[in-house]
């Protein structure tokens, strides 16, 4: 299994030589529903394959669901109001936790020999386990409403989402590789869960921005230069996980303090034993077969330095 991660790309040299890299002949499956109504201009992306593309076209097919099936509409839209508002509970508890975490953090002494042997270090472990608690709670909560979702949507038994779903599975016959080009995270989520979208595990992989946050076991948003200021990391979804223990931050440079070690400290404590793996825009991660992340990653520290060539937290 070979799984390429990259930073957010507009197919330079390194994301089309990351793609001939790998190194098979067959056609490619696209899964480019986060580019949305731009999904069929794959005309750059399709040259940097070869001219082997095969387009899912997942989110043609989550409109036409959306248009045809007036139960699945309603129930979609029942669930993004419900997902507002359990979203909005959530950031209430997240900010309250949050501001106590850092406010116990401030009472560390200073001095490394002292710091972990403190009781304020033995509290911010456990103002930390309040914060990763509530992030449980939010994604035990989403579960709910996507069940809910499936059930009154009537998912299983929709006839054009059955059409599409057999549809795809013809599409990805004989594929060898997949690709997965970013986009609206929300959207990209959306589309490969309606469907039941299924990539072997024994294929390889090219993903980057929201493609590669989708391939790990939990969608992290975050933006510490917002609009109105800096906003807590919060948990998104849960991802396919076929990257297993990885936290995966596209526009690393851009959207978080990495001048900010205290924060980043929180961050990476926060996810542990979790990577907190940082995606510029030149960056590329070659995963082992067995999904290891490399040791010349970028990732933050649990001591909230970014480093790359040793262990998260040495």
Known sequence: MRTILLGPQRFTVRATAALRSLD??????VINAGWEERED??????????HRSRNLRLYH???DVLTKDRTF????????DRH???????????????????????QIPAHPSRARASAAYRALRDAVDGVRAIDDWYLAELDLLYAELESDGGVDSSEVIAWHRHEIQGVQTNCVAYVLPGGNVRTLMSAIRLFAVIIPSELP??????GAMVLTDRIALFHDFGPDGASETEIF???????????????ARRRLRLDDPERLAILAMRFDPAECVLLDDAGLIDLDADGTVPATARRVGTD???????????
């Open 24 to 29: 098979s002949a067959g056609p490619v499956a």
């Open 41 to 50: 201009d794959i005309t750059e992306l399709d040259a940097a394959l070869d």
């Open 61 to 63: 097919r989550l409109t």
């Open 73 to 80: 509409a309603v129930a979609a839209s029942r669930f993004r």
């Open 84 to 106: 507002d508002e359990l979203t909005g509970l959530y950031r209430i508890r997240l900010d309250h936790a949050m501001k106590g975490v850092y406010a116990v953090q401030r």
């Open 205 to 210: 992989v090219v993903a980057w921005s929201a």
């Open 237 to 251: 979804d849960r991802g396919l996980g076929r990257v297993s223990d990885v936290v995966a931050f596209p526009h």
């Open 304 to 314: 909230g330095m970014v480093r790359s060539g040793m262990a998260v937290g040495a």
